[in-house]
């Protein structure tokens, strides 16, 4: 069970992602009210993209915003496609679920892919919007103009780095697709401590985090 004294002054916070789809379930106002009420070290962060896969926000939300949901816990809203306002927004956050208690992140932000792979994200909205987006907010884009702007960095560093991080993914895709199946018994690895009560499956030996 919950000790107080872990959750005053602790040393981790949870941070809890949703979208603004999911941020509409009822569960979600069963954890706000829990968590405040014993003041845990967590922040909830609804990324609002205005689509819950192919449906449009003003469709399925009766609410626009998402920020004020907590009801008895703050929320901030900022733009999650500004790189050093998500940056802030979660220093400001930390500090206050370690000392304080929950608090709600609304990051205002856009998917340019659809929901998943049966999502071509193309039926819903038209390219010009998408287009629009990556012109007018594209994070990566603004933060290099920043660079640029202020002469922390020259065009062809830039295009330097994009090609190295273009090849770390590279490599890390075709790493992923050429590995074998995990076995099932290391589903649990990295998730789990040990002694936890298990019935029926056997823990691999290898997970060893504590949590
Ligand atoms: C409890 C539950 N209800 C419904 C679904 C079906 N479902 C999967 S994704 C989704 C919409 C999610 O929207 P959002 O949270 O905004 O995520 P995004 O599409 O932006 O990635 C729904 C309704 C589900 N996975 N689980
Ligand atoms: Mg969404």
């Known amino acids: 069970m919950l000790?107080?004294?872990n959750i005053l002054?602790?040393?981790?916070?949870t941070f809890a992602y949703m979208g603004d789809g999911a941020a509409n379930q009822g569960q979600?106002?069963?954890s706000y009210n829990l968590a405040a009420v014993?003041?845990?070290p967590i922040v909830y962060v609804v990324e609002n993209n205005r689509?819950?896969?192919g449906t449009a926000i003003e469709r399925a939300s009766a609410t626009k915003e998402f920020y004020h949901r907590g009801d008895n816990i703050p929320g901030i809203q900022y733009d999650g496609m500004n790189v050093l306002q998500s940056a802030e927004a979660s220093r400001y956050a930390i500090n206050h679920a370690k000392t304080k208690g929950p608090i709600m992140l609304e990051a205002m932000t856009?998917?340019?892919?659809?929901?998943?792979?049966s999502d071509p994200g193309t039926t819903y909205r038209n390219r010009d919007e998408v287009e629009g987006v990556r012109k007018s907010r594209d994070p990566i884009a603004k933060v290099q103009a920043w660079l640029l702007e202020l002469k922390l960095a020259t065009e062809e560093e830039l295009t330097k780095i994009t090609e190295e991080v273009k090849k770390e993914i590279d490599e890390g895709v075709e790493f992923a697709a050429s590995s074998p199946y995990p076995a099932p018994e290391d589903m649990w690895n990295y998730v789990l401590m040990e002694d936890i009560p298990i019935r029926g499956i056997?823990?691999?030996k290898s997970h060893?985090?504590?949590l």
């Open 3 to 5: 000790g107080r004294k």
């Open 9 to 13: 002054r602790p040393e981790n916070v």
């Open 38 to 40: 014993h003041k845990l």
């Open 110 to 117: 856009y998917r340019y892919q659809g929901h998943s792979m």
């Open 208 to 210: 060893n985090l504590k």
């Open 51 to 53: 689509y819950a896969m």
């Open 202 to 204: 056997e823990l691999s």
């Open 28 to 30: 979600c106002n069963e």
